[in-house]
T-cell receptor, first 111, second 118 residues
Framework: GQQLNQSPQSMFIQEGEDVSMNCTSS?????WLWYKQDPGEGPVLLIA?????ELTSNGRLTAQFGITRKDSFLNISASIPSDVGIYFC???????????FGKGTRLSVIA | GAVVSQHPSRVICKSGTSVKIECRSL??????MFWYRQFPKQSLMLMAT?????????EQGVEKDKFLINHASLTLSTLTVTSAHPEDSSFYIC??????????????FGPGTRLTVL
């Protein structure tokens, strides 16, 4: 099935550092979503973006919906050990359609 | 609010047996639920869309006779893996699409079911 291009695939960072990851698509999406998945759990929604150019924050997390509607990025500031996990971007064009997921970014935080 | 549960959380079965996985929306109604499969270190791949009161829509390459989906009520969808084989071992995750003013068209994910076929 269709997938988004998500990078980087993995990151090892020191506690306190900032993190940035992004997603690109060859097609337009009307909604971009960012999820975090802990081992053995389902994805949990972090941020939802509904408008091109939109910049949204949720605590230490900031995400932007690219102006072309084909990309999005997620920044995490001042990382902490509990930020460890896999982060997925997802896109959709309609609220009642399934999500198209990126391949994920595996984040490791070294204390 | 907006909690989705899955049961069982883990199941180990012998090759050739059938396994049923339940997905429930606990505090909201969902006319649509989605079933995803996730292999180790990979992303979620959509298997099928489950609609209450009608037949499920399967993605290309997913065998409908092997992965039986029933969405009998607005809060429950079941996925039955029939005649399971080791290659069916995976993490199965459902999501439920909210309806009504509070959760309209928001998707909420269950915690997943780890299936291991011996």
């Amino acid at each position: 099935g269709q997938q988004l291009n998500q990078s980087p695939q993995s990151m090892f960072i020191q506690e306190g550092e900032d993190v940035s990851m992004n997603c690109t698509s060859s097609s337009i999406f009307n909604t971009w979503l960012w999820y975090k998945q802990d081992p053995g759990e389902g994805p949990v929604l972090l941020i939802a973006l509904y408008k091109a150019g939109e910049l949204t924050s949720n605590g230490r997390l900031t995400a932007q919906f690219g102006i072309t509607r084909k990309d999005s990025f997620l920044n995490i500031s001042a990382s902490i050990p509990s930020d460890v996990g896999i982060y997925f971007c997802a896109g959709t064009n309609s609220g009642n359609t399934p999500l198209v997921f990126g391949k994920g970014t595996r984040l490791s935080v070294i204390a | 609010g907006a909690v989705v549960s899955q049961h069982p959380s883990r199941v180990i079965c012998k090759s050739g047996t059938s396994v049923k996985i339940e997905c429930r929306s606990l505090d909201f109604q969902a006319t649509t639920m989605f079933w995803y499969r996730q292999f180790p270190k990979q992303s979620l791949m959509l298997m099928a869309t489950s609609n209450e009161g009608s037949k499920a829509t399967y993605e290309q390459g997913v065998e409908k006779d092997k992965f039986l989906i029933n969405h009998a009520s607005l809060t429950l969808s079941t996925l039955t893996v029939t005649s399971a084989h080791p290659e069916d071992s995976s993490f199965y995750i459902c999501s439920a699409l909210g309806r009504g003013a509070t959760y309209y068209n928001e998707q909420f994910f269950g915690p997943g079911t780890r299936l291991t076929v011996l």
